[in-house]
């Protein structure tokens, strides 16, 4: 989709948003965006954590040894 996004296009929408927002909002946007990324990462890492666990060997159709059932 943004593949042929080249540095004017960029630079088109930086105005266009500086023209929307004004100069004086830019820094208060800028600082909620990254409070609300912060916010999203502490809330992801909690389901991140669960899937880095190993499995429970009952589950895991592998013996002990290596070899499988």
């Known amino acids: ?3 042929n996004l080249t540095g004017w296009h ?7 948003i500086v023209l929307l927002f004004g100069a004086t909002k830019l820094p208060v946007l800028a600082r909620s965006v990254g ?3 912060k916010i999203f990462r502490q ?7 669960e899937l880095e666990q190993p499995v429970d060997s ?3 159709p592998k013996v002990a040894d290596g070899a499988t059932r």
């Open 35 to 37: 409070q609300s990324m």
């Open 58 to 60: 009952e589950l895991n």
């Open 10 to 16: 960029a630079l088109i929408v930086l105005v266009v």
């Open 43 to 49: 809330e992801v890492k909690p389901g991140l954590d």
């Open 1 to 3: 989709m943004f593949a």
